[in-house]
Structure formats: C-alpha cells, structure tokens
C-alpha cells in the first residue's frame, strides 16, 4: 500500500531561468501546506548557486542527463535533435523511489492544495483548451516505472512528437485518454493556462476562486515580465495572455521568498546565464540584484523588455527603435568588431 511519504510533486528545470520557476513553484506549494515531497529534476547546465537554492526548497534534487547518447543517435535519424529537452520530462518515470508522482511544469503556480490529485490514477491530466481532446502535459498524473520510460523512449524514437514537444508524444502514447476514462481526465481547474482567461471571460469571471493551478504557457513566462520593485507591482507584457492578479501572485511570492535567496555576486556574467536561451540572458543577475544596489535601477530590465517586445514585433519605431538608435548600435558593434 502506497503511503503518502512516497508520494512526490515533480518539476523539471533545464537552465537557470526554468530553476526561477521552480522554486517559486516549490513555495507556493509549500505555503497551501502540502503534504507530499517535492523533486526536482535538472540538468548540469544549471548553476551551482541555483543548485544550492533548489536543495533548500525541494526534498530531493534529481540530477538527470539531458539525454543519453544512445536516445541522441534515434533522435539524429528523426532529425530532432531539438527534441532533447521534451524528452528530460520523460526521465520523471524514472524516479521509482516514489509510488505515485503529480509533474508540474516550472511555469505553474499552485493556488490552492491539490495533495488530493494523488487519489487519480496513471495517466490522469487536464484538457488542453486548444483541443480538448488532447490533454495538456503540464500538469499530469503518474506512475514511475522504468519500463514506461524506454517503452516512452521507444515510441519517441519511431513515432515522434505531432507537435515537437513532449505533449504531441505524452498524447500519442496515452492515446486513449480522451475517451477512456473520465476518471482520469482531471477538472481544468487543476491547470488553467493562461491562454484561456481571456477566450471565455464569463467563465473566468464565474470560476476564477476556484483555480487550484495556474499555467503561464507560451513563450512569455511570468519571470520576464516588466516588476517594479519599488511599488511591488508588475506589470504585465501586453499580448502574454497573462491574468495581472495571477502573475502579481508569482511575483508577490518570488520577491517574498526566491529573490532575497539569490546572490548577486554569483550571478554577474555567470557563465551560466549567458547559456539560457535568450531572451533571458543575464536576466537571473538583474533579478538577483533587485532593490540591493539600488532600489529601482531598471535600465538593465528595460533594455531587456525592449528587446523582448522587438522580439514579439512590437517596435518602437519613434522612441527607442527609431533608426538613429538602430544605426549606433550597429556602428558600435562594428567598431568592437574591429578593434579585435
Ligand atoms: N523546460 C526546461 N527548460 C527549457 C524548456 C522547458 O526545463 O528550456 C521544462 C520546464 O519545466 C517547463 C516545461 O519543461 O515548464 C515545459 O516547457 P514550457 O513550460 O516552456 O512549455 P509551455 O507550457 O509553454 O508549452
Ligand atoms: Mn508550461
């Protein structure tokens, strides 16, 4: 018989910037008093400084490879090798210290307890509200069994991934879920992603007090979002589709509990910053530094929102992208070039 101290909420963080994410997660489940233990699973291309954090906050910090050669050979004859990151989500099948597990992706944010999902069975998750039938893997419950990961592996290897993420495979593989079992399909309310508040605002407005797990998917996440530190509120990106009262919850909870845990020091030109996917480049060390130097010095926050929103097409084209600024950056950069 399983006991609940074998019971464990999984996240997964890549880089430093998902390790944010994590540990705001971690507390938010701390603070709605969960039962459960809290694993997370990273890759050596986080920090050391962030790995420490992580051990702080989680009961176990699982260190997994982000892919074995053998799976990068089958992913090179799929010709995805961009799949590496979906498949360290899989490694969670791994963790058979554990009887059942709940994932959280590191972009959740849970509001409210939710120990009782570990009542629902292998392979229990939300709709997607993109297309119901599929479920969306950012929230999901399962059984840790090293025989589902290589069957997992297997199928990734000759079937693939419909839409390049570990979603597009999680609904290949548990195909059946749409129609099943409804047992196993698990109320929206344990993952509302943000792309739904504003598609059916007279049902967001009725059932809001009810989310139990918010999900900022899509390529803003709540850490990249505009915060003042001196008023406390932050502001969010237009066209993210994310709630302001949800994303002020994240960033009440990382400048409460995440933000005075991490070193500025360790953080300035981190090697290991600089490996995060830009558009985030540097930003652990902005963020790190928040209110400690200075209290609001946000010229290095906002050139980065200004290069995020040029990323998004949102060009300022009489302000700070007008064509002046444009052509001294470029003459700049080629006179560093030159003096090489
Ligand atoms: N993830 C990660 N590193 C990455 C990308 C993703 O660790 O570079 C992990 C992280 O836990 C993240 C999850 O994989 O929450 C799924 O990715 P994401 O949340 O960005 O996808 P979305 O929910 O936006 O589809
Ligand atoms: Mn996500």
């Known amino acids: 018989m399983a006991e609940s101290g074998n019971e464990a909420f999984v996240t997964l963080a890549t880089n430093d910037t998902y390790v944010l994410g994590s540990l705001v997660l971690a507390e938010s489940l701390r603070r709605v008093g969960t039962q459960k233990k809290l694993v997370v699973m990273v890759t050596n291309e ?3 400084t962030l790995k420490h954090n992580l051990h702080t906050v989680f009961d176990d910090v699982h260190v997994v490879d982000l892919l074995s050669s053998e799976d ?3 992913l090179q004859l799929l010709g995805r090798p961009d799949l590496h990151v979906t498949f360290t989500k899989l490694h969670c099948w791994n963790l058979t210290q554990y009887s059942k597990c709940v994932f959280l992706d590191a972009d959740t944010l849970v509001i409210q307890n939710v120990d009782e999902l570990f009542d629902k069975e292998e392979f229990s998750a939300a709709p997607d509200p993109g297309w119901p039938d599929c479920f969306n ?3 999901f419950v399962f ?3 090293v025989d589902t990961y290589k069957s997992l592996l297997q199928f990734a290897a000759t079937e693939g991934t419909f839409d390049g993420g570990d979603q597009g495979l999680l609904n290949r593989y548990f195909n059946d879920w749409p129609t099943k079992d409804i047992k196993t399909h698990l109320p929206f309310v344990y993952n509302v992603v943000s792309q739904a508040f504003y598609s059916y605002l007279p049902a967001f407005k009725q059932f809001k007090q009810n989310v139990k797990i918010v999900h900022f998917i899509g390529a803003v996440k709540p ?3 505009p915060y003042n530190y001196a008023s406390g509120v932050v502001t969010p990106l237009p066209d993210s589709g994310h709630d302001a009262e949800f994303l002020q919850h994240w960033w009440n909870i990382f400048i409460d509990s995440v933000q005075p845990t991490l070193n500025p020091a360790a953080h300035t030109d981190s ?3 600089l490996k995060s996917e830009p558009p985030t480049e540097g930003l652990i060390g902005q963020l ?3 209110g400690v130097d200075n ?3 946000r010229s290095a926050m906002d050139s980065f929102h200004r290069r995020m929103a040029w990323e998004q097409g949102q060009i300022d084209y009489m302000g700070e992208d007008r064509f002046e600024n444009i052509q001294r950056k470029l003459d700049d950069a080629k006179m560093k070039k030159n003096n090489k």
């Open 223 to 225: 850490w990249q979002h």
């Open 46 to 48: 986080i920090s050391e």
């Open 72 to 74: 990068f050979k089958n």
């Open 288 to 290: 790190a530094s928040l």
């Open 271 to 273: 090697p290991q910053c």
């Open 137 to 139: 893997s950012g929230v």
């Open 295 to 297: 209290p609001v010095d």
């Open 143 to 145: 059984k840790p069994n």
